[in-house]
């Protein structure tokens, strides 16, 4: 069995990630700020599909309620193999009307809990262990959503769309540390989420990493792992 964290799992597109995660085999933790209706009613479905499901409220914008959501989710489910950074604060603002508390906001949302998510699912996921021709196979995937904005900057959105430029130079970096990891863009296809090995990168026999990294755009509609039934959520090389 394998479980996955959702941010911001009660609508849109975290409830319809974690639904796609159910339905393939994944017990959830579903994370919420103020939605705690819908990911209540989200893990009774999740439930009657026969996997576990567990509702975990965090206020993401406070840094101590964050890093307690991979441990809460562990102690319920066990070893988390996905991690979802779906949740974010989206408001309006221009570099002329931007504030220090909607910098703060959309900085902390959007970046820093993500950052310290990732901190934490590194340190609980499993070992990667080797596949059927010896090559490490990783056991866990972490899936950032970024923004289109991020490749289509306008004067709209100031301070959200330099939070997910952020959040998308965090994914590259955090990809080149763990090098059999992928990231995407909107202009180009989305990679598999087993990403093939980087061509300059060297893995160490000793240190082989345990998960991969996707960036996602959702665009306007839901990323195209989650409606294909051709690229399942698995975890990546």
Request: glycine share 6%.
């Amino acid at each position: 069995m394998t479980a996955a964290l959702v941010t911001g799992a009660g609508k849109r597109l975290g409830r319809a990630m974690a639904l796609y995660l159910a339905r393939r085999g994944h017990d959830l933790a579903l994370h919420y700020a103020s939605s705690g209706d819908e990911a209540e009613g989200l893990a009774e479905e999740i439930r009657a599909l026969g996997r576990k499901a567990v509702t975990l409220q965090a206020d993401l914008l406070h840094e101590n309620q964050v890093e307690t959501l991979v441990p809460r989710a562990t102690a319920a489910l066990g070893p988390l193999t996905v991690l979802v950074n779906n949740a974010s604060i989206f408001e309006y603002d221009r570099i002329d009307t931007a504030t220090r508390q909607g910098w703060d906001r959309h900085m902390e949302s959007n970046l820093r809990a993500p950052y310290v998510l990732i901190q934490g699912f590194a340190r609980q996921c499993p070992e990667a262990s080797p596949d059927a021709t010896g090559e490490p196979r990783a056991a866990g995937l972490v899936v950032n959503m970024i923004d289109q904005r991020v490749w289509k900057p306008t004067p709209e959105f100031s301070t959200y769309t330099i939070a997910k430029m952020g959040l998308w130079a965090l994914t590259r970096t955090a990809a080149q540390g763990w090098p059999r990891a992928s990231a995407s863009t909107p202009s180009a296809p989305a990679p598999p989420c087993r990403a093939p090995a980087s061509p300059t990168a060297t893995l160490p026999a000793s240190a082989p990493p345990p998960f991969s990294i996707v960036g996602r755009t959702p665009k306007t509609c839901l990323p195209p792992w989650v409606s294909s039934s051709t690229a399942p959520l698995s975890p990546a090389r």
